[in-house]
């Protein structure tokens, strides 16, 4: 490859997690998939840093001293849509959910594959920079999908999506009023195969964007196709 100049354009990577020996691993590998690391041994330290300058994307353990790492992604989420993973050393759903609700994009449950890891931050950093053509967005009902500001606008206001529940509103409306199924959902949002993360994800991602769908006060809402998937469709005064 080329010598790294200054100013390269490599994603930058922040990653927070109180066991060195993870930063360790995590660093040589993200750093062999052409990312810029930084690492964090307290969720703490990543915020401010965070704070001051901006990264690509965060990857949070959730158990550190200090903030937890779920508190510390509300914290990111008030005030950037960066895609967020998070690392739970526990398979108990609860700390996964909570992870969704926080606003985080992606988990990984300890002990995880590497390069698994690396295959999850390709998909979301693949999302989050696609915001390119400032063409007028989709119109689904009465909101519209706009792929300029990476958002869904009701009345020319934006609802305020993560940059996964675009992904998720986007693949809906491509055919509003039709059934999507989860597999699909999965697949295009997510960008890996079904088997490897929780439909609950597609549930908790939507019962989000509901609610800001809600909050927005516009008609147009996700209803779920029972047994199957989602559809867009418009809602009733």
């Given at each position: 490859?080329?010598p790294?100049?200054?100013?390269?354009?490599n994603?930058?990577i922040?990653?927070?997690d109180?066991?060195q020996?993870?930063?360790d691993?995590?660093?040589?590998?993200l750093?062999n998939?052409?990312?810029?690391?930084?690492?964090?041994?307290?969720?703490?330290?990543?915020?401010?840093?965070f704070?001051?300058?901006?990264?690509?994307?965060?990857?949070?353990?959730i158990?550190?001293?200090?903030?937890?790492?779920?508190?510390?992604?509300?914290?990111?989420?008030?005030?950037?849509?960066?895609?967020?993973?998070?690392?739970?050393?526990?398979?108990?759903?609860s700390?996964?959910?909570?992870?969704y609700?926080?606003?985080?994009?992606?988990?990984?449950?300890?002990?995880?594959?590497?390069?698994?890891?690396?295959v999850?931050i390709?998909?979301?950093l693949?999302?989050?920079?696609t915001?390119v053509?400032p063409?007028e967005g989709?119109?689904?009902?009465?909101?519209?999908?706009?792929?300029?500001?990476?958002?869904?606008?009701?009345?020319?206001?934006q609802?305020?999506?993560?940059?996964?529940?675009?992904?998720?509103?986007?693949?809906?409306s491509?055919?509003p009023?039709?059934?999507?199924?989860?597999?699909?959902l999965?697949?295009?949002?997510?960008?890996?195969?079904?088997?490897?993360?929780e439909?609950r994800?597609?549930?908790?991602?939507?019962r989000r964007?509901?609610g800001?769908?809600?909050?927005?006060?516009?008609?147009?809402?996700?209803s779920?196709v029972?047994?199957?998937?989602?559809?867009?469709?418009?809602?009733n005064?």
């Amino acid at each position: 490859g080329f010598p790294c100049m200054e100013g390269s354009m490599n994603k930058v990577i922040y990653v927070a997690d109180d066991e060195q020996d993870i930063l360790d691993v995590l660093q040589e590998f993200l750093t062999n998939a052409g990312y810029d690391i930084k690492t964090f041994l307290t969720g703490d330290d990543l915020f401010s840093e965070f704070r001051e300058k901006p990264c690509d994307l965060v990857i949070l353990d959730i158990m550190m001293p200090g903030t937890d790492g779920l508190s510390v992604c509300k914290m990111i989420r008030e005030i950037s849509d960066v895609p967020v993973v998070i690392l739970t050393a526990k398979e108990s759903e609860s700390d996964q959910i909570r992870g969704y609700l926080t606003g985080g994009d992606d988990y990984m449950v300890k002990p995880f594959s590497p390069s698994l890891l690396v295959v999850k931050i390709k998909a979301l950093l693949r999302r989050s920079g696609t915001a390119v053509s400032p063409k007028e967005g989709v119109k689904a009902y009465d909101i519209v999908i706009s792929d300029a500001v990476h958002d869904a606008l009701y009345e020319d206001r934006q609802i305020g999506l993560t940059t996964t529940e675009f992904a998720l509103i986007k693949c809906l409306s491509k055919e509003p009023g039709t059934a999507v199924s989860r597999n699909r959902l999965l697949d295009d949002v997510w960008g890996i195969d079904a088997e490897e993360v929780e439909t609950r994800v597609v549930d908790e991602t939507v019962r989000r964007i509901r609610g800001k769908l809600r909050k927005a006060g516009c008609k147009t809402k996700i209803s779920a196709v029972w047994g199957y998937g989602y559809k867009l469709e418009a809602g009733n005064e």
